[in-house]
């Protein structure tokens, strides 16, 4: 496994070994041991999630203010683009982002740390997302910034109107959130 340290560098992006030939593939999708290596955390999964957008679908960025979920994010089938946003107050790096791009082909995942807001978009027909989390979901701590927040000035690869929820519409500009300290 490959571990690239992005820009914020709490933020990992992890490249599975593949072995493959005519026949198939495989590689490792996780190893609790070699996960922390690579991110230098000792986190404990939880939670094993599995979602499908359609293309153009652009989900906010999303964090939970009590409960903070650490997310392990990979995408099975499709292509999009996943972004990390630090909303740590005292983080030298607060209101930075770091993207990557996630894919069937690619095999790649993202390591989005507690403290974060995590949003994407579904750049392909459809995508499959597998993730796992550090902590349970509780709809009742989960908060969204807006996605198109001029103070983050995110680089959404996007050339259509993005597919936006309900609550996703009515995300909160960064400087009006609750973040973290």
């Known amino acids: 496994m490959k571990a690239t340290r992005l820009a914020i560098p709490e933020v990992v992006l992890i490249e599975p070994q593949v072995f493959g030939d005519a026949r198939g593939f495989f590689f490792e999708s996780f190893n609790q041991k070699t996960f922390n290596e690579a991110t230098g955390t000792n986190h404990q999964f939880v939670q094993d999630n599995h979602s499908r957008s359609s293309q153009g679908v ?86 969204c910034i807006a996605w198109n927040d001029e103070a983050l000035t995110i680089s959404w690869p996007v050339s259509i109107t993005p597919i936006l929820s309900a609550k996703d519409q009515l995300g909160a500009a960064l400087c009006d959130a609750e973040v973290f300290k």
């Open 58 to 143: 652009l989900r906010g960025l999303h964090y939970q203010i009590q409960q903070p979920q650490g997310k392990l994010v990979r995408v099975a089938r499709g292509k999009v683009w996943d972004v990390a946003v630090d909303i740590r107050k005292s983080s030298p790096t607060f209101g930075q982002w770091v993207g990557a791009e996630l894919s069937e082909d690619n095999q790649h995942q993202l390591w989005v740390p507690p403290g974060f807001a995590h949003g994407f978009v579904v750049l392909s027909e459809s995508a499959d997302f597998l993730y796992k989390t550090t902590d349970y979901y509780a709809p009742e701590h989960e908060r």
